[in-house]
C-alpha cells in the first residue's frame, strides 16, 4: 500500500497534461484520442457486459495462474466479485475502446482474458479486427466464452492453457498491430512475455500493460522496458504504461496524466 501511495505521489509531480508534450505524436495521442469522448453505444454494450457478470453471484473454483491475488484466500470465487475486482474499471474500458478506435489494430492479442471484460471493450470498438485472447483457468475461461457466445462476438477467439505454451504457439503464427498484456503481474512473467512477443511486430506495433505500479516488481518490469533498444516512446499514465516501436521517432518517455 505504502509502495503505491509513494508511486503515485511521485506520478503526480512528474506527470504532464497535454501542455507540457511537444511530440507532435504523442500530442495528437492525447487530445485526439486519451482525451475524447467514447460514442455511447459501444459504452452501452460494455456495461450490460459487465451488468451480467455483476448479477451473477454464482461460484467458480478459479486456478490461480498469476501474481495471486490481493483480494481473495480462497479459490472458490464468486462470478459478481472476480469481475470486480480483476476486471477492467469502467474508465480504463472507455480509454481502451478509444485507444482501439484511434489506431484501429487489425490483429489484436490480450495477455489475460478472465472473465472477458477487457475482450468485450476491444471487441465492440474494433468489430473489424480479429482478436485473440488467453486464459489459463477453465472455469473461468468457460463464463467468458458463453458471454462471447451469448453477445456474438464472432472476432474474438479464446485459448485456454498456460501461457507458457499458448503465447509462443500464437506468436508463432502470428504478427499482431497490438498486445494487452494483463496476465501477470509478476517482474519475471511481464519481461518474459514482453521479451517473447518482439518476434511478432512490426514497425507501427505498439503495446499496452496493464497496473505498471501494482507493486515494485512491476515498476522495475517497466523501467526495463523502458531501456529495451527497440522500445521508442513510452508513455506513462500511471494506470498504464503504452510502449511505441516506431524507428521513426527518438527515444522519449512521457508522464501523462489523463
Ligand atoms: C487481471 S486478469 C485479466 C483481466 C482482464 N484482462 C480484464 O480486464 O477483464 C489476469 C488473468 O490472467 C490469467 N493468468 C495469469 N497468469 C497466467 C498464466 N501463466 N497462464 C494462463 N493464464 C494466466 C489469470 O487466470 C487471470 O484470469
Known amino acids: 500500500m505504502f509502495f503505491r501511495i509513494k508511486s503515485f505521489i511521485c506520478f503526480v509531480i512528474k506527470s504532464k497534461n497535454k501542455h507540457g508534450v511537444h511530440s507532435p505524436f504523442v500530442f ?21 457486459y459487465k451488468k451480467e457478470l455483476f448479477k451473477n453471484t454464482s461460484t ?27 476486471g477492467i474499471s469502467n474508465k480504463r474500458a472507455k480509454l481502451l475502446m478509444n485507444l482501439m478506435q484511434y489506431y484501429k489494430p487489425t490483429s489484436v492479442l490480450e495477455i489475460g482474458t478472465s472473465l472477458g471484460l477487457s475482450t468485450a471493450a476491444l471487441s465492440i470498438s474494433l468489430p473489424n479486427s480479429s482478436i ?9 475461461a468457460n463464463i ?17 492453457g498456460n ?5 509462443a504457439k500464437q506468436l508463432n503464427k502470428n504478427t499482431f498491430d497490438f498486445i494487452f498484456f494483463d496476465g501477470n503481474h509478476t517482474k519475471k512473467a511481464t519481461l518474459d512475455y514482453f521479451k517473447q512477443s518482439l518476434s511478432s ?12 505500479y501494482w507493486n515494485y516488481e512491476m515498476k522495475q518490469a517497466w523501467e526495463e522496458i523502458k531501456k529495451h533498444p527497440s522500445v521508442t516512446i513510452t508513455v506513462d499514465t500511471y494506470q498504464w504504461g503504452i510502449v511505441f516501436f516506431r524507428k521513426e521517432q527518438q527515444k ?3 508522464t501523462i496524466r489523463i
Open 28 to 48: 495528437d495521442l492525447v487530445t485526439k484520442c486519451l482525451h475524447k469522448k467514447i460514442s455511447t453505444n459501444y459504452n452501452h454494450l460494455f456495461l450490460d
Open 60 to 86: 467458480i473454483n478459479v486456478t490461480d495462474y498469476g501474481a495471486g491475488s490481493k483480494v481473495f484466500s480462497s479459490n472458490k470465487r464468486p462470478i459478481s466479485k472476480i469481475a470486480k475486482n480483476a
Open 132 to 140: 485473440t485472447t488467453l486464459e489459463g483457468c477453465k472455469e473461468t
Open 144 to 160: 467468458a466464452q458463453n458471454l462471447f457466445n451469448k453477445y456474438q462476438f464472432k472476432n474474438t477467439k479464446l485459448i485456454i
Open 163 to 167: 501461457f507458457k505454451e499458448t503465447l
Open 201 to 212: 511486430i512490426h514497425n507501427d506495433s505498439f503495446f499496452l500493460f496493464d497496473d505498471i
Open 252 to 254: 522519449e518517455h512521457f
